[in-house]
């Protein structure tokens, strides 16, 4: 009885304080909060039981790596918030820069549209986790699920309804976290509450994990949105919160991986992406229904985040000649065709690339700006290129974790 009742009573008083609280309302939580929306996804929920079966019990070690790649790969981001804005603010339309930029976009908008298949079939996957689907069936069932919610975002695009969705996707954010200080209060309970545990997988550590380990890029990325909310921020409010949200995203993750530990060895053994499910029903079938709602609610929300993203990105690249309501629907077309051609281990991976290919020429672009205009040292200068050799390896190695 514990359990349930420190899990919601944190769930509830952490919702409330952060819906509620005086600093809610302040320009640095809004701007905080666009970022950390991104990034904690239900990337933490899949990370548990993959780490556990591929790293054992380093498995927090493996995260801290992906952690530090992305704050990384952040870093070189909040560079370009100043440096490459500046300039690209006073370059022609055909300096070469001008068209690396408008390249990075592009790259950029393709990311985010296969990141909608990603985070759709994650979706679809803990939804049907509670239902009886037979194994022949559950690949058509979860592919039609997922296509069936890409229709209607596209429907809502044309039928004007989006900006309501948008607004309910973004207000979620108080919500999913007050989910997961929930989770995070069960499973502390259950630390206090016993005293034997699972027996630990032993620590396995090798080159041949790094592919995985850079095949799952995408659970941890997301901070990139704060590069373009230039429209409403400063550039001080955005490299300032686009930090927080990775300090907090990042002390959410190992906290999580970090009270799972008892349960590292069940967590190996867990079957699919919704395989966590089962593990926190094990500890508490109140903690089963948290994992449940948080994963729903926070896939729809940053998949309708990331279907905005494409389709604006990919209008703008073509100078408006597409249609934000068109290039929204070629953004989910391509999802669509991505979900049906993928298995959710392979869309990880798939999305990681994409992503990590955004973040490499995100990369090229800090470097180029920097020489041109002489910003930065020289410790930045080779910050920009292991960094960015780094997110090559990832676009070309990155693995699914199962296949």
């Known amino acids: 009885m514990l359990i349930p009742v420190a899990a919601l009573s944190s769930a509830v008083l952490v919702t409330l304080f952060l819906s509620f609280g005086r600093f809610a309302r302040s320009d640095g939580w809004r701007a905080t909060v666009t970022p950390l929306a991104s990034i904690i996804g239900s990337g933490f929920l899949i990370c548990g039981p993959i780490l556990a079966r591929e790293f054992g019990r380093a498995a927090i ?36 820069v001008s068209w690396l930029a408008r ?11 296969i990141s909608v298949a990603y985070y759709l079939k994650l979706l679809a996957e803990f939804l049907l986790k509670p239902i009886a689907v037979g194994p022949a069936w559950h690949h058509l069932a979860s592919n039609m699920t997922v296509t069936a919610i890409i229709i209607a975002i596209i429907l809502l695009a044309y039928g004007n309804g989006l900006k309501r969705v948008e607004h309910l996707a973004h207000g979620t954010v108080s919500f999913k976290i007050g989910i997961i200080a929930g989770l995070l209060t069960g499973l502390a309970c259950w630390w206090l509450t016993n005293a034997a545990a699972d027996p630990l997988p032993p620590a396995r550590v090798s080159v041949a994990s790094i592919p995985l380990l850079l095949g799952l890029v995408i659970t941890v990325q997301g901070f990139e949105t704060s590069r373009y909310l230039g429209h409403a921020y400063s ?20 906290a999580f991986l970090l009270l799972l530990t008892p349960f590292l060895g069940r967590a190996a053994e867990a079957e699919g992406v919704a395989g966590i499910l089962d593990i926190m029903t094990m500890v508490s079938p109140a903690l089963g229904v948290f994992v449940l709602v948080g994963a729903l609610s926070s896939q729809l929300s940053a998949a309708v985040a990331d279907s905005i993203g494409s ?93």
């Open 235 to 254: 550039q001080e409010i955005r490299i300032r919160t686009m930090r927080h949200a990775q300090w907090i995203a990042s002390a959410i993750y190992l």
């Open 311 to 403: 389709g604006g990105l990919m209008s703008e690249v073509t100078r408006r000649k597409l249609s934000v309501q068109l290039a929204f629907a070629l953004a989910g077309a391509l999802a669509v065709v991505v979900v049906w051609l993928t298995d959710p281990f392979e869309v990880v991976a798939i999305s990681s690339r994409a992503f990590a290919l955004f973040y490499a020429l995100q990369c090229v672009l800090a470097f180029t700006v920097a020489r041109r205009t002489g910003a930065g040292r020289l410790a930045q200068y080779l910050g920009f290129i292991v960094v960015g050799l780094i997110c090559l390896v990832a676009v070309f190695v990155g693995a699914p974790a199962e296949g």
């Open 103 to 113: 390249a990075t976009q592009g790259v950029l908008a393709l990311a985010y549209a």
């Open 61 to 96: 070690v493996a995260e801290a790596a992906l952690l530090l790649i992305a704050y990384a790969a952040g870093a070189v981001i909040r560079f370009n918030i100043i440096h490459v804005e500046n300039y690209l603010a006073k370059a022609s339309f055909n300096d070469p």
